[in-house]
């Protein structure tokens, strides 16, 4: 069981995450024509990389969405950030 | 006489007899013993037959390293499938069965699979019977093969606790080294918790003659480490180290009791796992009376037992010359040889002689070691490297985590002194000392050798085996591993891996790290899936959701059924179920329904965005959705795909309502979420599930609106069109009525706070009745809206459906502004002109409905074959329309009207026409009558 550190409530067991997806998938803007290849790599094709990868999480507790930099080989995790913008 | 009891020593008690039977035949053992210790003791060699051959196998291991005692319990009137005698404790009126043998272990049938041996090697299922077909085959070899047999029985009360517990340095292994390791860090201050598997700690220190000085030692240990504030488990065992320094312990409780399960994330871990015996390899060395030179001084140490008069001793590590003292002084005659492939042991079903050097030695017994092999299971699980030592000829914990350290024989350190000094120094976080100097020549494997010799015990594998692997260049260990199932057994190659790998090794010529390990994966030991499980059960597991308003249903005689997550009303009245839902249908459509609605999803979003938000979220577009109207709509994935259908109801610019399936609210409402951040800005858009705080009471049919009339929620009904929504009050309570139909009748659905709603109900219940109305379950809501066509999202649906499958393509071809899946549904499979689409199926007034899941089938080519081209989705008999209603997913379906298709089920074919989706009332008259 790993623990994440959720960056509004803190260390939490992994069982409360869910995994969101990969950091930096924009979608592209679907109102301009978009390939058949561009949309594919959008929906299915991932970096999945061996070691360090930065991905986005879900604190089903909380709800809030996050980016977390962790290590796929050690488990370790390197970090977390929340995503929102400042809004002040 | 081959074992018996010694005078004294040992753990057990002798004044307290136990009596239990094997295989028929009635035993005495002590308290104390375990079943193994209590056979061996009783002069008992054969304890099983093997896994494939049917050989028969006695003691190799006296703890959970023993391959072959694998036996049926039974006790108490309950049965318990495959247990290890030699970790079993010993019970009054056990009766033990030996498994995979019949009648018996001593007179087993099967062996005469054992004459056959050249026909089966390894692969030998992989090859035979692939043709024609693997499960012609299957329920024969499993029959013959299997192990133990399950009781049907469901055993009451078994259940894990299931616990959190906390600690500082958690210590595994209560030998020499965990205990002076756990002392250690105890008196250092530190919270201390030790675990050992063994009723009593102790590790191998009882195991020699000393065992009196030895017991105190232990004793004076545990009172210290207990004074310091250590905590110490027995019966535990650390079944595996997982990601972030989580570990789980299992601690037994006995037969008939599932194991209390702890989990604990420990700063630090002290591994102090001991070693065991690698066996030595050579011709019959499975004969029963073959055992591990650690096994017979653990009977004797621990249990007081003798392994056997005249012993063979095959070892030469350092410690061997100690046990065989031991084995002296206990009244045995022992002779020493090196280990060699070319010896044979002689015997036709216990050993009785070995033959060596063109010399024949008579023996009962032959015990031997080609090795002490490291426990470091839980150093892989954690991450820990290996790395070879030739002095010790094994595997020993290289670089690792630094939050564990491996003290003791665990970490090769075979002396008593350095061991202490090392599990102090791990205690204190010091350096570890190094490991000293240990000289064991190698011992191999000879695969010219003539005769069996086995590698693993419990699976039946030979060196002959590992040599066909490798002509057949099954080479790497993943692959020797699963083509010849070394190490696969229960015991997962706890003595066979290093023997198994070290013979491959020898064949391709390589040393045995270049030929490397497989994975070491928890559990260490063998552990029941309960212990997984505990508490995370039935409805612990899954709490089923409850309506408002379930104490009117209840007191309305409402047969409760569980929908989407939810205890719903399926049909009310005693009349069962089929009478039921033909009354509740005929009466929705003559007068009135009245249902509750409350567990359909109501989420709100509410904020300058709401709108935009939306009209991303659904496939229609709602950004023109005026206040007050509401929309029927799907939400899609980004693949395109039906997510979930529902309407949404406009309150005003900056609120809409969205109203999803019941079963599927919580996803949708993760689905939100998800884009409200991702896509918006959160501080403008704001979404809040508010199904279970409203209740919403549907009334629909012809009288529904005489029945809202009489209601007081709104002071006309006129000027009301289908498809709006009006807020208003209920006795004083804010309410919302909305104008939609799921029935194709004139409908409205009443929603109040959860506070309102059993006055609400008993409102509309109370008007209805003299009208002729009343309340309709889930049951009969579904033909009602299965008549109009009407789908139920992921049953009328599956993975591939898109929303023009479903007649819905407008907003594919022109809703300009973005929208989750847009894209998806301009794929070149999107547009295949043979995609399943929803259509209805007719078959005769008088005929039964058609099976849900049969499928539509058509001939294709010119052989006559048939194929599927869709199937059934849902299917009822229509009260209204007094025939079968159905509707089907069929390839190119929307284009085949009045097509007459065949309908193939469980071997029988029907005949069906293709017609619209919606049998009753096409025109829509109902809606507004
Ligand atoms: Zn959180």
Redesign the pocket.
Known sequence: MQQFP?????L?DER?FHFSGEAGNIRPDTTQPVSDADWRDYLYTHENPKGVSREIWV?T????Y?MMERDTVTMAVIGTQQMRRDTA | MTGCRVEQGGLIDRTRALSFSFDGMTYQGFEGDTIASALLAAGVRIFGRSFKYHRPRGLWGAWFDDPNAIVNIRLGGIDYPNCQAATTCLTEGMQVRAVNAWPDACRDVKGVLDLAHRFLPAGFYYKMFMWPDWHLFEPTIRKMAGFGILSPDVQDGFQSAILHDHCDTLVIGGGVAGLTAARAAAEAGRSVLLVDDHPAPGGSLYCNQHGNDSQLWVKAQIAAIRTAGGRILCNTTAVGVYDHQFVSVATDRGMGHAPIVRKLRPARIILATGAIDRPVTFANNDRPGVMSLGAATEFLGRYGVLAGQEIVVLSNRPETYTAIEDLRAAGAAVTRFDPTSAATAIGGRVVKAIRLDGRTYACDTILTSAGLTPLIHLWRHAGGKLEWDNGRQTFVPADGPDWMRVVGAANGTFSQEVAMTEARHAALDQPAPTRGVYHLPPSLADPTASGRQWIDLQHDVTLKDVALAHRENMVSVEHLKRYTTLGMAGDQGKTSNISGLSAMAHLKGETIPETGTTTFRPPFVPIPLEAYRGARRDRQMAPLKRLTLEPEHRALDAALGEYGGWLRPAWYGGDGERAAVERECRMAREAAAIMDASALGAIEVIGPDARTFVNFIYYNTMSNLKSGRIRYGFMLTEAGLVFDDGVLACINDNRFVISCSSSHADAVMAHLEHWRQDRFDPMRVHIHDITQNWSTVTIAGPKAKAIVAGLGVLDSLDDFPHMSLRLCTFEGAPARVARVSFTGDTSFEVSVQNISASALWNKAVAIGAPLGAGPVGAEALTVLRAEKGYILAGKDTDGETMPHDLGFAAPRLRKTAAFVGDRSLHSDTANRADRKSLVGLTVGPLEDPLPIGAHVVETSGSDGGVKSIGYITSSYHSPTLGQPVALALVSGGAEAMGKRVDIWHMGQTRFAAIASPCAFDPEGARIDA
Not at chain 1, 6 to 10: D, N, R, V
Not at chain 1, 61 to 64: K, W, Y
């Open positions: 959720c960056p509004f409530c803190g939490r409360e604190h507790t909380c709800q809030e996050f």
